[in-house]
């Protein structure tokens, strides 16, 4: 087993702020989601790595007064934030509680459903998490991954800075042994799990003018790293960043999103 894993996206307060705009940004995308599973109310589901709120509110109307959510989140400081979160949608059955997605030692097939979004993509040893997540649900019940990849992330007009950035970018994510092209293969890792009647499919954006900057926040969420670990000089990056300061600005710059992969699939009965 590999020592706990940091998040590969740092605790930068633009991180805190990318995430809420990502919560409002991909909520359409996974209620689709969501919808398609037909969870019911009454249904008590799990969230792994809900961070800062995630979809909690999503799946909490989805179950009803009824039904329960727990959120797990290993950051503290995203318990705190969630939690709020919660309070603000006024849904008093959902939960969060800090714990680690790789052993939450909860009950076994104790949940209808489980789900987790863009949580394998900041983690070295996806496939253990992914195992027990399908360890918690009942036989007969729902699985559901929302998982980037970063296949889809592009700008046109294409800009030397960027492919530089995201070529460092992927460097120190390889170096952490974080896989950011984990999207298209979760079908694997789910089927691998056991998990059957798998469905996929993506999503991609085309970002509006706020969101445009994403691979800027990337990077300027591990930027000092970048710098100490040797993946790039301070003086390159100041000056690739620059560059893509002044291409972002431009309001005919057409950015596009990662690829999301949306899967679903059911435990064996
Ligand atoms: C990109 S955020 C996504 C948050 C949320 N799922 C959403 O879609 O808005 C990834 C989250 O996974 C959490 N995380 C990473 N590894 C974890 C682990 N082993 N156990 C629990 N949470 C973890 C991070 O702390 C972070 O809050």
Redesign the pocket.
Known sequence: MTQ??T?L?GRAEGEEAR?KR??AN?APDSDAQFEKIGIKPGERVI?????????LHLLGKRVGPQGSVLG????PH?VELARRFVNDHALAQIEVRE????DTELPRQSFDGAH????L???PEPER?VREMVSLVRPGGWVAS?EADFMGLVCDPALPAWDRLLDVYKAHAAGQKIDLFIGRRTHRLFRGAGVKDIRVDAVLHVYPPGRRPILRDFINNVRDKLITQGFVTQRELESDMASLEHHLADPNVMVTSNTFFRLIGRVPA
């Open positions: 706990p894993d998040y996206l995430l990502q919560i991909l969230d792994l790595g809900c961070g800062r709120g995630g979809v797990i989140e290993r950051s995203f714990g680690n997605a790789y987790m979004r863009l949580v993509v900041n983690v998490i929302f």
